[in-house]
């Protein structure tokens, strides 16, 4: 069993290099571990369940490839 998460947002190009894109990836990571906290507490969650925070990406994406690496989130190719 895996804890997943997955943020779906975009920032339209007018508004990007504002921090908007960081902020978002931020909270998302925030909400995925406030959910596995309160899952855990609850005893809906087994305390040795890994929780991971997934975003799909593509390599014509340049802004968010330059997002997700200033951010340390590792990349990987999508699986077909």
Same mark, same amino acid.
């Given at each position: *069993?895996?804890?997943?998460?997955?943020?779906?947002?975009?920032?339209?190009?007018?508004?990007?290099?504002?921090?908007?894109?960081?902020?978002?990836? $931020?909270?998302?990571?925030? $909400?995925?571990?406030?959910?596995?906290?309160? *899952?855990?507490?609850?005893?809906?969650?087994?305390?040795?369940?890994?929780?991971?925070?997934?975003?799909?990406?593509?390599?014509?994406?340049?802004?968010?490839?330059?997002?997700?690496?200033?951010?340390? *989130?590792?990349?990987?190719?999508?699986? *077909?």
């Amino acid at each position: *069993m895996v804890l997943a998460g997955m943020l779906a947002a975009k920032v339209l190009p007018v508004w990007r290099r504002r921090g908007i894109g960081s902020a978002l990836l $931020r909270w998302g990571e925030d $909400r995925l571990s406030q959910t596995a906290a309160r *899952m855990r507490a609850e005893g809906s969650l087994p305390l040795e369940t890994p929780c991971r925070f997934s975003l799909e990406v593509y390599h014509t994406e340049k802004a968010r490839v330059t997002l997700l690496e200033k951010t340390a *989130m590792p990349l990987s190719a999508p699986s *077909m």
